[in-house]
């Protein structure tokens, strides 16, 4: 991707600098090669480790904004022991002996 975006500059750099009849500005090309290569270098934020989330206070959700949806926590990285779902425990189905469903199982 680096060799492309040198690429791309150079290449726009000397259809410019030729007279070769090209009279439009390079800024795109060179705005979007500085954004690519400086996107590289951005470090990704720590997350807390979920007992010391300061949003979910341990719990892997919270409550939006609006009080109506449970959120699943994004703030915090949930610990080992945590199911793949982010900590979210759903209780299991529960079946009823009167239901006249009939449930194949494969």
Known sequence: MTKL???LLTVSVLIAATD????GSTTAAV???????KAKHIDKEKKYPRKDCPVCKGKG?????????KVECGYCEPESSDNAEGGVTHPPAVLNPDCKTKVSKK
Not at 20 to 23: E, R
Request: charged share 10%; glycine share 22%; hydrophobic share 40%.
């Open 5 to 7: 975006v040198s690429l």
């Open 20 to 23: 070769y009849g090209y009279n």
């Open 31 to 37: 705005s979007l090669a500085g954004g690519i290569i």
């Open 61 to 69: 959700w919270y409550i939006s904004g609006d009080g109506i949806k």
